[in-house]
């Protein structure tokens, strides 16, 4: 048991349905650290003074979620190569009084699939993205540090597929997403990061019985847990991962900086966020 109570929470708008204080409460908790975390809903006009007062807060740093994760960057006196390039930060903690940031989400989508899909990049050739929002920067930029030849963006919006491509100024691929469907066959791994899926939304415009046999499917929506998608992809025996491990694997690092103890993500951490899952059934 270490004596020193570290205090750190999460900063969102709105925040209350956020399981990131069930999961780091879940580790606190399993390692024995004498620490808190909470969370702490700061509207975008208080961004600023939040961020100015962090190093009196007695916090000793945050996970920051939406609507946050671009603005938080001029508060920091330093961002790792990843959030550089992603654009974005998920994580930050206090050194010497000052505030640094990275981005996790794209170890964390990289950590579930080497965990639920074993050797699911043992080819990496070509990886197919659906989607072009935030969170599709980071996986865009995690599949690429894992060597894919060549990775095809699918969106919506084109134009938003170019500026992501553009950006990394790396082999990435734009295409509209009418397009994906002539990729989906050439794929060794289908990603959807667009916000389809969610309850009450649109069907995945993309039928996956092209794919090959060892293709993985994964999603980042992780309400309901298995999406339509997923569902289709099992139809045709496909390997599918759903998004609830992205997020407690993104956890995970933080609890390192502020804590002192790399957590793992075991069966009883999914269970107690799939058992809060099933009671608010909201996604943020
Ligand atoms: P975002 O920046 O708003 O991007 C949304 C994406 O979805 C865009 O590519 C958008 O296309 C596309 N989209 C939305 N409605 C569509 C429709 N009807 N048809 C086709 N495309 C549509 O959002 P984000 O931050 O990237 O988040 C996307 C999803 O990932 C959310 O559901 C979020 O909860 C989830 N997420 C999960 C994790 C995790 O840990 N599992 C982490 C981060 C995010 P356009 O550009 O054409 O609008």
């Known amino acids: 048991m270490t004596n020193d109570k570290r205090k750190a929470a999460v900063i969102g708008w709105p925040v209350k349905h956020s399981r990131s204080p069930l999961i780091h409460g879940h580790w606190l908790k399993t390692h024995e650290i004498a620490g808190t975390y909470e969370a702490i809903a700061v509207a975008p006009d208080d961004i600023q003074s939040f961020f100015e007062d962090f190093p009196k807060s007695g916090l000793v740093g945050a996970n920051v979620t939406i609507p946050h994760k671009e603005t938080v960057i001029p508060f920091l006196s330093s961002l790792d190569k990843a959030a550089l390039e992603i654009g974005a930060v998920n994580t930050v903690w206090l050194e010497d009084k000052d505030l640094h940031g990275t981005n996790t989400d794209w170890t964390g ?4 699939l080497d965990q639920e899909a074993r050797g699911w990049d043992s080819k990496r050739n ?9 969170a599709a920067r980071g996986i865009v930029y995690g599949l690429n540090q894992r060597g894919f030849d060549r990775i095809v963006v699918a969106n919506r919006t084109l134009e938003r597929a170019e500026v992501l491509a553009k950006g990394f100024g ?3 691929e734009p295409i509209g997403l009418a397009q994906a ?3 989906v066959g050439e794929a060794d791994v289908v ?9 009450g939304s649109d069907l995945m415009p993309i039928d996956l019985a092209a794919a090959q ?4 499917v994964t999603d980042i929506v992780y309400v309901p847990l298995e999406t339509p998608f997923l569902r289709d992809a099992k139809r045709y025996a496909l390997k599918t991962v759903d998004g609830l491990g992205m997020l407690l694997h993104q956890a995970a690092p933080g609890c390192e900086k502020w804590f002192g103890v790399r957590p793992i993500v075991t069966a009883e951490l999914r269970a107690e966020i799939v058992a809060d899952l099933n009671k608010t059934d909201e996604q943020i």
Do not use: P, R, Y
């Not at 989508?109 to 579930?112: A, G, K, Q, S, V």
């Not at 990603?191 to 309850?199: A, F, Y």
């Not at 046999?213 to 993985?216: A, G, R, Y």
């Open 126 to 134: 070509t990886a197919l993205v659906v989607g072009a929002g935030g």
């Open 170 to 172: 790396h082999a990435i």
């Open 213 to 216: 046999n060892e293709c993985v």
């Open 181 to 183: 469907q002539a990729v």
């Open 191 to 199: 990603v959807n990061t667009t916000s389809l899926g969610m309850e």
């Open 109 to 112: 989508f990289l950590d579930n």
